[in-house]
């Protein structure tokens, strides 16, 4: 018998390629279905045994980012004929258009929101992390408690103090208000990822900037904020993803002006009977964002760009 | 460059007093070495003049100019840590200029070319010069620390053990490559090290440390020749000064408790009797280990010397060093 402790057996890799697998279908099939829905007509949607294959539209698209009003066959005849594909594709079905959706405008929102807070969560994240890295602060032990404490219980368990605190303050239903929420919310978990992620920078980096002719801010920004690029992507898409789904507070405190698309798109449902593929449309549109920023960021995520260059 | 002083300088960590009232002057182009062990305040002298560290009292001159307060920026300093500290986000190149692009030099990028180039060649580290500077070798990781270092005309030059993680055969030639730049150059190098080898090679004053304070300072030959106490006479010579009973080869001069013995100080073939207790044969020399009247002596002796463990053999003192009770240095 051979034995080899870096090269696994087959038979391990087998069991494990078929777990990974297994977990990977696991996890994306109800991706792959919402997907799916969202090409789907309605009654393709909600049909039984559930179809596989079907043929394709964009029905569901046309229905989410419009109102539609159903019209008789005489009124549909007395229309000037349509001006394009989805006006076509609406009376095919009896339908005219009577406005465009507001889920735009929602999407808007959260895309104003979710990267207003992340951003915001970065640099005041930073900002903390390295003062709580760096220098001797008084009770700094109890004060990164208290900020962890924060996260202690689920946000909304102060949901009420909170929606009384914005109306009085003026920031119900202001962008302003939810950004504010989320990077509240969201710092502590910025705060301790990051302070993590600069106590491995090692000083001895800003010590050399400082001796070769650099402030301290001058090496914080050229020093140390470059080295935690890694640790900054990944806390930035862990806050993205967190205000990006936020549901709960963004159901009781946003309605007309700064909603988000969460608390949007289960209205859909309530308009002309329940329109599964234009909600599963508007949540896979929903997706791309994240999808895109936490693409964009991967390089980052690698770690190891960093290290050895040190010895201690 | 400058004349560094250094007047009654004392510092603390929590309850640890790393500098005790430090005096010293380093002159304008020498290789001061500072000597000592662990904890005797080596690196902390050179972070308090770096301005690393502001001392709890004392004054540090740089041309009669006080600096402290200023930062390491406004003393322009320049200093090679013992870890590599190399920025790792930049490149070789990128590195070496880093301190030319500061806003303190704010150097011409045609100079900035130039200056690179000069010192990457000095350095032999000029095929690297586009790497990544995680993806060099130890040695050359410490060449472009030192180069950092040397790109610019600072006040004076400070450097932290940089030779103590290199290997062997690297240690030799940087060891005489800083030596010839410094002398060139004539700046003011203020170098900490454990090695003493690096410190009878390179210095031109060798500074003695013992708990925060400067017991001795002189030219190597004087620190070795010329002790003030057992503490630095044990600080240079391999194998380590002998120290034994000042009359164990009977007449000692009055007030001496211990006598200092180096090889030199040891004449076999006459006095005393004692026992060979081991040969450790190094090649070029060899080393007897001696038992006389219970005290263990370490002497050095002919390569190919016929002596066996075991054997007894005669020996004698020419002229060693005596110090009192408290270990400082009595001339008779």
Known sequence: MNFSVTEPSVRTKWFAGITVVLYGLITIIPLLWIIA????????????????????????????FTTRTRVNQDELEDLPPPETWYEQLVRDRGQVIASPSRYGERFLNSLIIGFGSTALCMVLGTAAAYAFSRFRLPLKDDLLFFILSTRMMPPIAVAIPIFLMFKNLGLSDTHLGMIMLYTAVNLSLSVWLLKGFIDEIPVEYEEAALIDGYTRFQAFYKVVLPQAATGIASTAIFCLIFAWNEYAFAVLLTSGNAQTAPPFIPTIIGVGGKDWPAVAAGATLFLVPVMVFTVLLRKHLLRGITFGAVRK | MAEITLENISHSFGNVQALNGLNMTVPDGSFVVLLGPTGAGKTTTLRTVAGLESPDSGTIYFDREPMNGLTPAQRNVAMVFQQFSLYPHLSVRDNLAFPLKSPLLKTPPDVIEKKVNEVAGLLQIEHKLNNRATALSGGEMQRVSIGRALVRNPSVYLMDEPLSSLDAKLRTDLRIELKSIQSERGATLLYVTHDQIEAMTMATHVGVLDEGKLVQIGSPREIYENPVSIY???????????????????????????????????VQGEGTECTVSGIQRLGDQTRLHLKIHDHDIVTVTDAHTALNTGETILINADNPYFFDKSGDRIHP
């Open chain 1, 37 to 64: 829905t969202g090409f789907k007509t309605s009654e393709d949607a909600i049909s039984y045994p559930p179809k596989v294959v079907f043929k394709p539209t964009l029905e569901g698209y046309v229905n989410l």
């Open chain 2, 232 to 266: 630095t006479a044990s600080r240079l010579g391999q194998p380590r000064i002998n120290i034994v009973p000042a009359d164990i080869f009977g007449n000692a001069p009055q007030n001496a408790t211990w006598m200092g013995l180096r090889p030199e100080h040891i």
